[in-house]
């Protein structure tokens, strides 16, 4: 159901609650860009824009939850005219 992702490119968030994210896993920026097929140049882009949906850890660090870019990304979907 979720996809493999190196141990190093991990975090994991946990809530309380059993029927929100549990122990989903934490993209990093170089697995976020993998995941979207795009540059980590873009997903820092996105971020400083605010523009993706993300997880600040402490200061600096950004992590990502894979099923916000999934639904990040049907939300950029724009329908054809025709």
Known sequence: MY???????????RK??????????????RAAASHLG?????IR????????P???LGGTR???LELDLDQWVVGQRVEAKR
């Open 3 to 13: 996809s493999t992702v190196p141990a190093r490119e991990v975090s994991v968030i």
């Open 16 to 29: 309380r609650s059993s029927h929100e994210y549990v122990d989903r896993p934490l993209l990093d920026i």
């Open 38 to 42: 795009c540059s980590e140049r873009f």
């Open 45 to 52: 882009r996105l971020v400083q824009e605010r523009r993706i």
């Open 54 to 56: 993300f997880v600040k």
């Open 62 to 64: 950004v992590r990502f």
